[in-house]
């Protein structure tokens, strides 16, 4: 079936690193932009980061921007958001999700969402 999963998640101390994976099954994640999102307990889901399809430009949303980067492994249908510098308020469920274009930093026409990787940022 056409899938995304999630993984890489974990507990981490303030200041350290996570890399997030976005693995496809079933399509190809080359024809796709890909979209990162999180979504924190009580708090709205919000766009975190996009991946062309065309060229493999990244966008981020500001609260992030210096501390995460994007990369696209087409060879094993992944890709990737590398974070660092965690802070707390990164603490989230983060969910990857194809779709058609990034405008900016957010992801437009989603056809697959991922089931999310918990990411928790806590001394």
């Known amino acids: 079936q056409l899938q995304l999963v999630e993984s890489g998640g974990g507990l981490v101390q303030p200041g350290g690193s996570l890399r997030l994976s976005c693995e496809a099954s079933g399509f190809t994640l080359d024809y796709y932009a890909i979209g990162w999102f999180r979504q924190a307990p009580g708090k709205e889901r919000e766009g975190v980061s996009c991946?062309?399809?065309?060229?493999?430009?990244?966008f981020f949303t500001y609260s992030v921007k210096g501390r995460f980067t994007g990369s696209r492994d087409n060879a094993k249908n992944t890709v990737y958001q590398q974070m660092n510098s965690l802070k707390p308020e990164d603490t989230a469920v983060y969910y990857c999700?194809?779709?058609?274009?990034?405008?900016?930093?957010?992801?437009?026409?989603?056809?697959?969402w991922g089931q999310g990787t918990q990411v928790t940022v806590s001394s």
């Open positions: 999700a194809a779709g058609d274009y990034c405008s900016d930093y957010v992801l437009y026409d989603l056809g697959y």
């Open positions: 991946i062309s399809s065309s060229d493999n430009s990244t």
